[in-house]
T-cell receptor, first 111, second 111 residues
Framework: ETGVTQTPRHLVMGMTNKKSLKCEQH?????MYWYKQSAKKPLELMFV???????ENNSVPSRFSPECPNSSHLFLHLHTLQPEDSALYLC??????????FGSGTRLTVV | SQQGEEDPQALSIQEGENATMNCSYK?????LQWYRQNSGRGLVHLIL?????REKHSGRLRVTLDTSKKSSSLLITASRAADTASYFC???????????FGKGTTLSVSS
């Protein structure tokens, strides 16, 4: 365990489904992030939250909707996804930008 | 947008050999970080080098930074099969709110 817990580890969903990814950290970090990792591509930054306020949305389609109810929890709500959204979704937390702690990721498959 | 670019993309060596990976970046930085990712898992922070440092060591890891060339290298000495993983460099985004990762170098160490 890294201190950042992501659930579920694997998710298969149809294009019309609605699902949510959850990320939890109890490291006392002030920032949390969502990244997408597709095969043969660099990690893509999706969203940044600092003290539970969204500070960056990296032009992510609206079918991805983040939620950060407090500094320890981060959600990514998914709806009407496309097959190209299949990827490993990684959550990370940090104190400022020094040394991210990543979760193990959610492997998402859209069918 | 991508900030760091690792080279080579893939590296295969024998146990006991040294492995060197390089990272080039585009804009000025406060620090540069290296991360490791085992297949399908989250990334793990390895080492951070500040812009006023030229070299840093951590166990079998040695990182150098040349800000005049906007480049860094990661050296793993006396490699082991367990070092097999992908290695990424990361620097702060232009907005300074998150880390941007390169495509990574995939290291394979055979016994």
């Amino acid at each position: 365990e890294t201190g950042v817990t992501q659930t579920p580890r694997h998710l298969v969903m149809g294009m019309t489904n609605k699902k949510s990814l959850k990320c939890e950290q109890h490291l006392g970090h002030n920032a949390m992030y969502w990244y997408k990792q597709s095969a043969k591509k660099p990690l893509e930054l999706m969203f940044v939250y600092n003290f539970k306020e969204q500070t960056e949305n990296n032009s992510v389609p609206s079918r991805f909707s983040p939620e950060c109810p407090n500094s320890s929890h981060l959600f990514l709500h998914l709806h009407t996804l496309q097959p190209e959204d299949s990827a490993l979704y990684l959550c990370a937390s940090s104190q400022e930008l020094y040394g991210y702690t990543f979760g193990s990721g959610t492997r998402l498959t859209v069918v | 947008s991508q900030q760091g670019e690792e080279d080579p993309q893939a590296l295969s060596i024998q146990e006991g050999e040294n492995a060197t990976m390089n990272c080039s970046y585009k804009t000025s930085i406060n620090n540069l970080q290296w991360y490791r990712q085992n297949s399908g898992r989250g990334l793990v922070h390895l080492i951070l080098i500040r812009s006023n440092e030229r070299e840093k060591h951590s166990g079998r890891l040695r990182v150098t930074l040349d800000t005049s060339k906007k480049s860094s290298s990661l050296l793993i000495t006396a490699s082991r099969a367990a070092d097999t993983a992908s290695y990424f460099c990361a620097t702060a985004s232009q907005a300074g709110t998150a880390l941007i990762f390169g495509k990574g170098t995939t290291l394979s160490v055979s016994s």
